[in-house]
């Protein structure tokens, strides 16, 4: 198995575009960085003047766990169409160039063929968080110094101890990673069916997309579909940032969120082992 996964590994890290993301995420972080370095005081004093009339807010200052706090906002529900890119094209990117069958026809499983592409996706995935972590967060607090950091909502102001960010930002990025897995997953699905490799990738975006737009719709016949919407869910890492925590909010999510990877995956098995490979 993890010889097969070594091989569907150089095949991702062969492509390109398997760095755009990587490529993007420190472009992105390190605008954002510079940005805030230059201004960040100005900012953050905007932040708050809103709520000086209402608040005292003392001896906090602009620090690395706001800083990654607000990388992680701007980057996190951008980062589908980076996996989407790479995990796309998986199966359907061999079929359009007929090295399908030639694989197809090794003295190996189905199976095995299709979790060996399975895991070179998590293992891309997971070292995309990663390198997010690293520049959002380990960068920040280097460059910004740690501190409290204040999380302002429309209608609430939560202050997070500095102690007590670290362990909250790496299950931030663990939620972030499972989040991603659904759409991995998603994707390899519309792979499995697709004989082009251009159109698995666009098809995901666009789900996403729609999904993504009816969750900001507050219409009755809309609010009724987005609890089954793993879009709704993918945003459950924020919720990791209140005081006190909602529990049972985010074990849902995290249960719909595994249910749609299980669901996507199972799909995806049953129907590549039963596609007839003509070319």
């Not at 990025?173 to 666009?202: C, E, H, K, T």
Request: a positive charge.
């Amino acid at each position: 198995m993890w010889q097969l996964t070594k091989i569907e590994l150089f095949k991702v890290f062969s492509k390109p575009r398997s760095y755009i993301g990587f490529i993007a995420i420190l472009v992105i972080v390190s605008v954002i960085q510079v940005a805030l370095y230059a201004d960040g005081k100005s900012y953050w004093d905007f932040l708050i003047q809103s709520l000086n009339e209402s608040f005292v807010i003392e001896n906090l200052s602009f620090n690395g766990n706001m800083v990654c706090f607000i990388v992680l906002q701007a980057l996190i529900v951008q980062m589908p169409l980076l996996v989407a890119l790479v995990s796309g094209d998986s199966i359907s990117g061999e079929a359009a160039a007929g090295t399908i069958r030639s694989l197809l026809s090794k003295p190996v499983s189905r199976n095995r063929i299709l979790w060996s592409k399975i895991l070179a996706g998590e293992i891309y995935t997971f070292a995309l968080v990663l390198w997010l972590g690293i520049l959002a967060w380990l960068v920040s607090l280097l460059v910004f110094g740690h501190g409290d950091m204040v999380i302002i909502k429309s209608d609430s102001l939560t202050i997070i101890r500095n102690a007590d960010a670290a362990w909250r930002f790496i299950l931030a990025l663990g939620v972030a990673f499972l989040s991603l897995s659904v759409v991995l997953a998603l994707a390899l699905l519309l792979s499995a069916y697709s004989d082009n490799s251009i159109a698995p990738i666009i098809i995901t975006m666009s789900i996403i997309l729609l999904f993504t737009i009816i969750g900001t719709f507050d219409i009755p016949f809309f609010n009724n579909i987005k609890p089954f919407l793993f879009t709704t869910h993918m945003i459950i890492w924020r919720n990791l940032f209140d005081r006190p925590l909602p529990l049972s909010m985010i074990y849902q999510s995290i249960a719909i969120l595994v249910a749609h990877f299980v669901l996507f995956t199972s799909i995806t098995f049953i129907y590549f082992n039963k596609k007839d490979i003509t070319q």
